[in-house]
């Protein structure tokens, strides 16, 4: 008798290194791939009600369901797309087709977690398996040198650990996948946004285009056309374009390329090019990901709780006016406001910046954490809860840093990183006329709600000093 197994596609949109899908070939003769919109993804956050998935990251993850169907089609077969629940409609298909099995990726967070537990149960009453495998992680959950309780505290340790003891498993091959050859199935439609309830239009020029195709590109170019790696430890605290950093996160986040590919790759590109410090930092970044994964494992839901995983009382209050200025780019200060509006232009920010608007959030504005955390969620291209939520409760002191009390100084770390001004700039095209020397000064961009802000801020940050008004209408000294 013919097996089938239905392959629930979820965060690992890729046909490469997936082991859900080739582990499948291998135990069955056929194979009824499905992808489902989950129509809570487009509802609202849990505390602030923003929208869970933002414009950004709906395109890409539209584009990266239409790029891995077009990839199935490729190894002969499709992808059967729903929308709905996916413990109702995985459930469901599963009953009508009456398959063997169905495989999956396993999540690690409670929202994932709890979808698994009720399509688990469903299944269940149909005796139907489901079977989960673990493929988000550069090393895999089982390799770990120790066990979960005992995962360390500190990321160095961690880092040591599996570098010494655990290795890294190879890719699995894409492999040939078959449809059940009387398969009688609407292979359905990728929704609309209006389908899903929202109210955005399609971004003309997006930052990034999604799905495995563009993922496999991009490493192409960063790699391999570009040589980028070879100077990646020198270039990644960039501010603006694409190319200082490896910008693999969204692909990483929707699971379009695994990170053991991207180690695979890293390898080659040691043999052929070069192997330097730049090569090894780019795979350090990949275990600072896998750290903040298995950190959700061990403390669960503590990661999403006001006093984070280490149960610290941080005073906060709510602010709307603060946190309208902060998400807005409207503090009055240049380097907050310019990473703030590259978010909301376009969905990405880098590390620095990112640490930066955090700790501001936190430290300077005393919002509570989880409003800025929420709205990342909501903005993030790249969005992934154990990287976001575990970066937010570490620079909100409740994390994984030892450093106690570490504090950014957005001022010297705005000279710092953006020297010139020109990120400042980019981003706020009114300051272009100021000189370099005094770009980084705090600006007024309306007077009274700037001093309101400025009142809470503190001895950090001077009195607002640039009127932005005239550094607009300043002309340039004409030339003799
Ligand atoms: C407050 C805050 C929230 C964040 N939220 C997210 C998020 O939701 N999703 C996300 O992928 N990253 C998040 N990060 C981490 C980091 O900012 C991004 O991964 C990085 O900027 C993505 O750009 P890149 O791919 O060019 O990174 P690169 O510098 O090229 O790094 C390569 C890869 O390493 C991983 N990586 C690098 N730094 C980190 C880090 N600090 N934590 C976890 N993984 C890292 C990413 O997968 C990244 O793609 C957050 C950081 C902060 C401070």
Redesign the pocket.
Known sequence: MSKTIIVWFRNDLRVRDNEALYQATQDADYIIPIYCFDTRHFKQTQRYGFPKTGKFRTQFLMESVKDLRYSLKDIGANLIVRTGKPEAVIYSLAKYYDVDAVYCHEEVCSEEEAIEIKLDRNLETVNIPLSFFWGSTLYNFDDLPMDIDALPDIFTEFRKSVEKKAHVRDPFPIPKVQLPPDLDIDTGKIPTYNELGLDFEELEKPLFKGGETAALQRIKH?FWKTDQLKV?KET?NGLLGLD??????????LGCIS?RS?YEDVKKYEKERTKNSSTY??I???I?????RFVSVKYQNDIFKTKGIRKLDIWSRENPVFFEKWSKGETGIPFIDANMRELNATG????????N??SFLVKDLKLPWLV??EY??SL?L???????????N??AGIGNDPRENRYFNILSQAKRYDPDGDFVKHWIPALKNVPSSRIHEPYLLNETEQKYVQMHLGKHYPKPCLDIHKWQSRKKPKRR
Do not use: H
């Open positions: 960063y990646y990644r200082y950093s490896s910008k693999f996160s969204p692909y990483l986040a990170p991207i930092w780019l350090f970044e990949l600072w990901r896998d750290y903040f990405f920010m880098s590390n620095r910046g990112r640490q608007v955090a800025g955390a990342f969620e993030l790249d969005y992934d809860p154990c990287s976001n939520y575990g970066n937010w570490y620079v």
